[in-house]
Structures are given as structure tokens and as C-alpha cells.
């Protein structure tokens, strides 16, 4: 199983140049940073990755320059990967390497049953998300025996290509997106 040595590496060196107590801490070998700033941190680089993608190949691609389109089928239909496969291809990736953090992509109003809330804490994590618009939800939970870190970040329609490819999906139980909506929620999931 692979770690966060690095991570933590990266973290006590900023930190060393900080202050005093944070050189005390390196110098036990505690961790230099919170579960909440590890988890922001991965969803930084998430939701730019995704960000990214969608506005500047699905978007451009598709919705403005119409050269290609997206489709779950992309095999089949020679297209490119919904900004979701490519979430959870990536997201699948990281659970083959490490156990150390995992994450999903999840929505009160899911195209794909699969990606509906489990969990309470995903269910009220979303929930709140959505009432709070610029906020994410903490919370810790118990799964299976093992005590979670869980926090729960909004998933906006940053892209017309979001809000239009799921109000008319066939799939889809909701059909009144705007950009800019909280459309679902990443789920970072870190054990304690
Ligand atoms: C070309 C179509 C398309 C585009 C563009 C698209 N989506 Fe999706 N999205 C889907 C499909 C289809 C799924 C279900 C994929 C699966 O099988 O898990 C999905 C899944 C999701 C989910 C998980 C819940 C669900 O509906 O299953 C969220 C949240 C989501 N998309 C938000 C967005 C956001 C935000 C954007 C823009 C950044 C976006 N989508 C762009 C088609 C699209």
C-alpha cells in the first residue's frame, strides 16, 4: 500500500518555515496538516482537472465548435468521455494504488442510479451543499468498522455543456439546470 510520504514531507517543510510550534511538531513526526486541508487540497486539484476538461475539450469541442461529441458509449461512438468516466476512471485509478483516501462523484438528482448518497453523512452532505451555495459539509462516519474523515464539496455546472447534456438526458430526474447550479457533490473519503 502506497502513503502519503510525500504529501506529509511537502507539508512539514512549508510548515518549517512558518513558526516555531510547527518545527516542534515536524520534529515529532506529527501530521503537519488537517484530514479538512488534505481533502481541500485533493478537491483543488480535482475540480480544476474537471473543470478543465469540461469547458476547454467537451465544451469547445462539442457544444461550440461541434467536431465531436461526448457519449458514454465513446467506444462505441468514436466520441470523447463524459466529464463523470473521467472522474471516475481517475477515481478508479487512485483506489487500485492507494487506500489511503477515496473519492466519488455523487447527486441528489443522478442520471445514473448508481451515483445516488448512500451513506447519511453523503445524504446530508449533499443536502446542505446544495441549501449553502460556496460551502462544503465535515462530517465523521463510521463504515464497516472504520472511523471516516468525510467532507462533501458542491459539483457546479461550470460549462453549458453540463447544464444541457443533463436536462435532456433521457435518464435524467431533473430538467431545470442553469449554469452555475449546484448539480451533485464530490464525496473525499479519508480513513481516521
Ligand atoms: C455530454 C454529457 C454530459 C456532460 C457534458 C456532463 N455530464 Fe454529468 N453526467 C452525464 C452522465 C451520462 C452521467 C452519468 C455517468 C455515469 O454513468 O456514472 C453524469 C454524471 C454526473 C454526476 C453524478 C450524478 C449523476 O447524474 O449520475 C454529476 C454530479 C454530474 N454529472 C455533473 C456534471 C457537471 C457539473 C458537468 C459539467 C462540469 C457535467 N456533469 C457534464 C452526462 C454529462
Known amino acids: 500500500m502506497k502513503t502519503l510520504r510525500t504529501l506529509t514531507l511537502a507539508g512539514s517543510l512549508s510548515l518549517l518555515m512558518l513558526t516555531p510550534a510547527s518545527v516542534m511538531s515536524a520534529a515529532q513526526d506529527e501530521p503537519m496538516f488537517t484530514p479538512q486541508q488534505m481533502t481541500d487540497w485533493l478537491h483543488l486539484v480535482m475540480s480544476s482537472d474537471r473543470t478543465v476538461y469540461t469547458r476547454l475539450i467537451v465544451n469547445r469541442l462539442q457544444n461550440k465548435e461541434k467536431v465531436i461529441k461526448a457519449s458514454e458509449h465513446f467506444e462505441d461512438d468514436k466520441a470523447l468521455v463524459l466529464p ?12 487500485e494504488a492507494t487506500d489511503d483516501f477515496s473519492y466519488s462523484l455523487l447527486s441528489e438528482w443522478p442520471i445514473n442510479k448508481q451515483n445516488a448518497p448512500r451513506t447519511e453523512v453523503e445524504k446530508a452532505g449533499l443536502a446542505y451543499i446544495a441549501a449553502n451555495k460556496g460551502e462544503n459539509y ?55
Open 138 to 192: 465535515y462530517a465523521t462516519e463510521e463504515l464497516g468498522g472504520t472511523t471516516y474523515f468525510t467532507a462533501v464539496y458542491a459539483d457546479i455546472a461550470v460549462a453549458p455543456a453540463c447544464v444541457s447534456c443533463h436536462n435532456d438526458h433521457k435518464d435524467t430526474p431533473r430538467t431545470d439546470f442553469k449554469l452555475g447550479d449546484v448539480m451533485g457533490g464530490v464525496v473525499i473519503r479519508v480513513p481516521m
Open 84 to 95: 463523470a468516466q473521467m472522474f471516475r476512471f481517475g477515481a478508479e485509478m487512485v483506489g
